[in-house]
């Protein structure tokens, strides 16, 4: 069974920074096109930044040069490293795996982690 355990949630002050971090199970990560998205309340989940097994780190233009993602594929272990935190950051965040079997596409999510930003 694959599974996506996320961690490092929480509140914080504007300005602040979190690491939030994505432990998977029954999957390889180094296979995988993982991924970090957000959803606030009332509004439609978007995507944050994505890892392909192969190539650069693509980010959303409204993090760039505050978040940065990482992988350690040999812990299956992926990572978001949030600095310079907004109000507007204010959501839930998902961690994604996508996977290539038998010529179909699969993907998983993990089951968010709050992340609020106020004063």
């Known amino acids: 069974q694959v599974q996506l355990v996320e961690s490092g949630g929480g509140l914080v002050q504007p300005g602040g920074s979190l690491r939030l971090s994505c432990a998977g199970s029954?999957?390889?990560?180094?296979?995988?096109?993982m991924g970090w998205y957000r959803q606030a309340p009332g509004k439609q989940r978007e995507l944050v930044a994505s890892?392909?097994?192969?190539?650069?780190?693509k980010y959303a233009d409204f993090v760039k040069g505050r978040f940065s993602a990482s992988r350690d594929n040999a812990k299956n272990t992926a990572f978001l490293q949030m600095n310079s935190l907004k109000p507007e950051d204010t959501a839930v965040y998902y961690c994604?795996?996508?996977?290539?079997?038998?010529?179909?596409?699969?993907?998983?999510w993990g089951q968010g982690t709050q992340v609020t930003v106020s004063s």
């Open positions: 994604k795996a996508g996977v290539s079997r038998f010529g179909n596409w699969y993907e998983y």
């Open positions: 890892m392909p097994s192969v190539g650069s780190i």
């Open positions: 029954g999957i390889i990560f180094s296979t995988a096109v």
